[in-house]
């Protein structure tokens, strides 16, 4: 026999061999969630993030992923860390007295492993030291992504503020 075809063919079975063991370690795709369900979901989130908020610790951080993006009135886009969060936030719990008058219901538009919503609020900021209010109404933004383990975190977060 033809030492080059005495090659080929156990060339080609280790080739078969390799490409039918490829596939396997792939995961298989997720099966999309309806968006009626993503919405219902999305709510729920941002309903819990909210009632951790009213009390005024640091738990809603929890709510952000590690790395996420804010563009907040006449400042640059950055790129923040939920530790960056809590020390912005420690500061401002040093200084004020937070209290969540109200907010809007979400209204939120999903798109497979994201989910975008929005609500107007009304908090008001109270210096600890001479009691002058700061009143807060607005917009919050928010941009949800699914995580690897099926959680939902904050990616993105903006605001406008009413006058």
């Not at 009632?51 to 709510?63: H, K, T």
């Amino acid at each position: 026999m033809n030492p080059f075809k005495q090659c080929v063919f156990p060339l080609v079975l280790c080739c078969i061999a390799l490409l039918g063991c490829k596939d396997r370690d792939q995961v298989p795709p997720r099966t999309p969630t309806p968006d009626s369900e993503l919405t219902t979901l999305i709510t729920k989130e941002v309903d819990s993030l909210y009632a951790v908020y009213e009390r005024f610790d640091y738990d809603w951080i929890e709510f952000y992923a590690n790395d996420y993006t804010a563009i907040y009135p006449d400042s640059p886009i950055m790129p923040k860390t939920k530790d960056a969060l809590r020390t912005q936030w420690e500061q401002i719990y040093e200084k004020y007295e937070v209290q969540l008058l109200d907010r809007g219901r979400p209204t939120v538009i999903p798109s497979e492993d994201m989910a975008m919503s929005y609500n107007t609020f009304h908090e008001i900021f109270i210096n600890k030291e001479t009691r002058d209010t700061i009143n807060n109404t607005g917009t919050y933004i928010i941009t949800w992504k699914r995580q690897p383990d099926d959680s939902w975190k904050i990616v993105f977060e903006t605001l406008q503020n009413h006058e």
